[in-house]
């Protein structure tokens, strides 16, 4: 026992003297900040579009027929009047032949009443019957044209054709489609606008559309109608753009996402991390001091990283731009390359845990 004093005098010294130090402070918190500038804000309108060919047509069977020729090719070009597939005339063409002899004997007649006529040995009414008749024949050999005609289906327009269903020899029933035309040059594609954005839109304004096709690749256009009726129902309006194709990589009937921007502005930005949500109401961080201030700011459109700030901030302010979760009201601060208490020299400062 008496040699347990020492110890226990020596125990409660050393706890006296360690209860003297002071604890260690903290340093302010390392933050980065920059001036508030300005960036290029644009709003943006989308939608979904579906695109049309610029000119599209289904030739069909004007009658019930035999097809005698076909004359393209699957997916092929053709010309505006190229012949696309013949039917059987041989009917027609020997109703022709008939209808040229009477065409041309009633001429002949008529060029005989007529010489008569003229030397008063034919009366006016008879020349008025034989005018008739060969009026009469005449108007049969055109309908006999216009049949054969009608039987022999070109393209209206240059395009391309869509894949062959019909062969040569087989009978078709009247309106039975043998080929789809399609100008694919450019592309229409529509789409439609709620009412209450038609102010932000106008002919010849730029769009931007994207197909799941060409994720990568963009397709711009210009608006080039809208629509001059709303729709009740869905209280929207149809709108028409069109897109060059060369190459045709857009195809009718895709779905494209549309961008129309509508209008562009420059105003105050930060970075998105630079704001902070408390509810509905939004803050940044000022510096005044060395000391952050909380500022509440009114925000405006979130696009590349950035948030829009239309009130609340000036430009030129210092504003913190990383570090706001450390951050309270009134809380000091320290850049990269402020010096701490004790630190030694030349040796940076190390940042805030």
């Known amino acids: ?20 130090k002071a604890p260690k402070q903290r340093p302010p918190a390392l933050v980065e900040a920059r001036p508030i500038a300005t960036a290029s804000f644009n709003d943006t309108l989308e939608a979904v579009g579906t695109a049309l060919a610029n000119e599209q047509v289904v030739l069909s069977a004007p009658v019930t027929e035999r097809i005698a020729t076909i004359n393209f090719s699957d997916g092929g070009y053709v010309q505006r009047g190229q012949v696309i597939a013949t039917m059987a005339i041989a009917q027609e063409q020997a109703e022709l032949a008939a209808a040229q002899a009477q065409a041309l004997q ?65 009978i078709v029933t009247a309106g039975t489609a043998i080929a ?41 256009g210009t608006i080039a109608t809208i629509d001059p009726v709303i729709d009740p129902a869905t209280r929207a309006v149809r709108v028409r753009a069109i897109l060059p194709n060369p190459d045709r990589a857009l195809k009718p009937g895709m779905l494209l ?18 704001v902070i949500g408390d509810g509905e109401e939004r803050y940044a961080f000022v510096l005044e001091d060395r000391k952050a201030k909380r500022v509440k700011v009114e925000t405006g459109i979130r696009q590349n990283g950035l948030v829009e700030i239309v009130g609340g901030l000036k430009a030129g302010q210092q504003v913190v731009t990383d570090g706001v979760v450390k951050l309270s009201d009134g809380a000091p601060v320290r850049l990269a390359g402020d010096k701490v208490a004790g630190d030694k020299p030349g040796r940076a400062p190390k940042p805030a845990q």
């Open 257 to 274: 996402t549309v961008s129309v921007v509508s209008r562009q502005r420059q105003s105050l930005a930060l970075p998105e991390l630079a």
């Open 106 to 170: 009633a001429k002949q007649q008529l060029d005989r009443v007529q010489a008569l006529k003229s030397r008063g040995f034919a009366t006016a009414s008879s020349l008025d019957q034989q005018l008739a008749l060969s009026n009469a024949a005449r108007a049969s050999a055109d309908q006999a044209r216009a049949s054969i005609s009608d039987r022999v289906i070109r393209a209206p327009f240059r395009g391309w054709v869509s894949l062959r269903t019909v062969s040569p020899g087989a």
């Open 180 to 220: 789809t035309v399609s100008d694919i040059s450019r592309i229409k594609l529509d789409f439609t606008v709620p009412e209450t954005r038609l102010s932000s839109i106008r002919e010849g304004q730029v769009i931007r559309a994207v197909s799941a096709a060409w994720p990568d690749r963009p397709f711009n």
């Open 1 to 20: 026992m008496r040699h347990s004093y020492p110890l226990i005098l020596t125990v409660l010294c050393l706890a006296g003297c360690g209860g003297d």
